[in-house]
């Protein structure tokens, strides 16, 4: 039975499909396409990783790093520009450990 995908896979995918007896159509895209297939697939590792049970969640979240990866090599930015980013961010907007849950604000 023929799925449609329709999107960015690892490079590996085509193998393994093969592999296993399977068949598969792939085209190259642009850079163009990638940036923005990429970002489509960001999306879709951070909903697998927030519907993912406890023992798959380390799976989950290293498939989002990879596509995290694959976002900064594509805009040539550095991990650890990123890293210093987010360290900035926590000494001005604070992090996740005290587990503030906003119900609701109101502006003046």
Same mark, same amino acid.
């Given at each position: 039975?023929? *799925?449609?995908?329709?999107? !960015?896979?690892?490079?590996?995918?085509? +193998?393994? &499909?093969? @592999?296993?007896?399977?068949?598969?159509?792939?085209?190259?895209?642009?850079?163009?396409?990638?940036?923005?297939?990429?970002?489509?697939?960001?999306?879709?590792?951070?909903?697998?990783?927030?519907?993912?049970? *406890?023992?798959?969640?380390? !799976?989950?979240?290293?498939?989002?790093? +990879?596509? &995290?990866? @694959?976002?900064?090599?594509?805009?040539?930015?550095?991990?650890?520009?990123?890293?210093?980013?987010?360290?900035?961010?926590?000494?001005?907007?604070?992090?996740?450990?005290?587990?503030?849950?906003?119900?609701? *604000?109101?502006?003046?």
């Amino acid at each position: 039975m023929r *799925s449609n995908y329709n999107k !960015l896979v690892r490079d590996r995918i085509p +193998e393994i &499909i093969q @592999a296993t007896g399977g068949q598969c159509e792939v085209k190259a895209i642009s850079e163009e396409e990638y940036l923005q297939a990429l970002r489509c697939k960001l999306t879709e590792e951070a909903q697998e990783v927030a519907t993912a049970s *406890s023992s798959d969640l380390t !799976l989950e979240l290293a498939d989002l790093f +990879e596509v &995290i990866d @694959a976002l900064l090599a594509a805009h040539n930015i550095q991990r650890s520009t990123v890293i210093e980013t987010q360290k900035a961010r926590r000494l001005e907007r604070g992090g996740f450990q005290e587990r503030v849950f906003l119900l609701w *604000s109101e502006r003046a």
